[in-house]
């Protein structure tokens, strides 16, 4: 119980200081050249590059790391395109178990591929940073372990108004996957929103609370139910399940300030993914 204690404390304390930095920090990108990539057939399942298509901001860098046997270049641009070839980046050629790391400084689309086996192919998509879905403003907190980001993005609370809320989950490569969660939210100790979502690959959750009844902060808490397709067996589904991560929109931050308040981390025997109990500390 010490330990789970301590641990607890320690993920509260750096999720604090994580919800500072937020909006400042830039994230690292990893992706993998597959073993095999060098022979054709990587290409018909989209799997030379892992993940072949990855999203960013700007100052983000992403590192590839040469995970075959062969040599390969990461170099941008299309073979289609001659003028493009190497213009943004050029790893020249680099061996089995070497990386190739780049920084990108503005937004835009940046396909590249592979010079020596032309077939093997991938796109990074940056973004400016702070750019946000629908909505004022989100806050970032990350899992104990720290495998997922949890994003939630809001408006600001105005009283006789409904509050649009969004959530998102990705990984440390820039990857989503199918998210169950639990959502309730919370106005001046009244509850305004309590249900069960789901945020499918590359999208968000969305949920609307009922209308407000006054401007002050809306208190909302996202517990993970388990990472899988809604349709199969709760028991299959996987991750932190029961870490609850809590988050405040705040309407006196102009235009909105999220600040992650705790982030609750219980044993997975605790809450199961069946399970409709938030977790406690």
Same mark, same amino acid.
């Given at each position: 119980?010490?330990?789970?204690?301590?641990?607890?404390?320690?993920?509260?304390?750096?999720?604090?200081?994580?919800?500072?930095?937020?909006?400042?920090?830039?994230?690292?990108?990893?992706?993998?050249? /597959? /073993?095999?990539?060098?022979?054709?057939?990587?290409?018909?399942?989209?799997?030379?590059?892992?993940?072949?298509?990855?999203?960013?901001?700007?100052?983000?860098?992403?590192?590839?790391?040469?995970?075959?046997?062969?040599?390969?270049?990461?170099?941008?641009?299309?073979?289609?395109?001659?003028e493009s070839v190497g213009a943004v980046f050029d790893s020249s050629l680099f061996m089995a178990g070497k990386t190739f790391s780049y920084k990108f400084e503005e937004?835009?689309?940046?396909?590249?591929?592979?010079?020596?086996?032309?077939?093997?192919?991938?796109?990074?998509?940056?973004?400016?940073?702070?750019?946000?879905?629908?909505?004022?403003?989100?806050?970032?907190?990350?899992?104990?372990?720290?495998?997922w980001t949890i994003s939630v993005h809001s408006g600001v609370p105005t009283a006789d108004e409904e509050l649009s809320l969004e959530v998102a989950f990705t990984d440390t490569e820039g990857?989503?996957?199918?998210?169950?969660?639990?959502?309730?939210?919370?106005?001046?100790?009244?509850?305004?929103?309590?249900?069960?979502?789901? /945020?499918?690959?590359?999208?968000?959750?969305?949920?609307?609370? /009922?209308?407000?009844?006054?401007?002050?902060?809306?208190?909302?808490?996202?517990?993970?139910?388990?990472?899988?397709?809604?349709?199969?067996?709760?028991?299959?589904?996987?991750?932190?399940?029961?870490?609850?991560?809590?988050?405040?929109?705040?309407?006196?931050?102009?235009?909105?300030?999220?600040?992650?308040?705790?982030?609750?981390?219980?044993?997975?025997?605790?809450?199961?993914?069946?399970?409709?109990?938030?977790?406690?500390?």
């Amino acid at each position: 119980m010490k330990t789970i204690a301590l641990g607890s404390i320690f993920a509260v304390l750096a999720l604090m200081v994580f919800a500072q930095s937020a909006f400042a920090d830039h994230a690292t990108v990893e992706v993998g050249m /597959a /073993a095999g990539s060098s022979s054709p057939g990587c290409e018909t399942t989209d799997e030379c590059f892992i993940p072949s298509e990855v999203t960013t901001d700007v100052g983000s860098e992403v590192i590839w790391s040469n995970d075959d046997t062969a040599a390969h270049t990461v170099t941008s641009g299309t073979i289609e395109d001659s003028e493009s070839v190497g213009a943004v980046f050029d790893s020249s050629l680099f061996m089995a178990g070497k990386t190739f790391s780049y920084k990108f400084e503005e937004a835009g689309e940046f396909p590249y591929f592979c010079v020596v086996h032309p077939w093997m192919s991938g796109t990074v998509i940056v973004q400016e940073h702070g750019d946000e879905p629908d909505g004022e403003g989100s806050a970032m907190a990350m899992t104990s372990d720290g495998a997922w980001t949890i994003s939630v993005h809001s408006g600001v609370p105005t009283a006789d108004e409904e509050l649009s809320l969004e959530v998102a989950f990705t990984d440390t490569e820039g990857n989503s996957d199918h998210a169950n969660y639990q959502i309730t939210a919370t106005q001046d100790g009244v509850e305004v929103l309590s249900e069960e979502g789901h /945020a499918h690959p590359g999208e968000l959750g969305t949920h609307t609370t /009922a209308a407000l009844t006054s401007d002050s902060p809306v208190d909302v808490q996202v517990t993970i139910l388990g990472f899988g397709l809604p349709t199969a067996d709760p028991e299959t589904w996987t991750g932190p399940i029961g870490e609850t991560v809590s988050v405040s929109v705040v309407p006196e931050f102009g235009t909105i300030a999220m600040m992650v308040l705790a982030v609750a981390i219980v044993s997975i025997v605790a809450v199961t993914a069946r399970s409709k109990v938030i977790p406690r500390l």
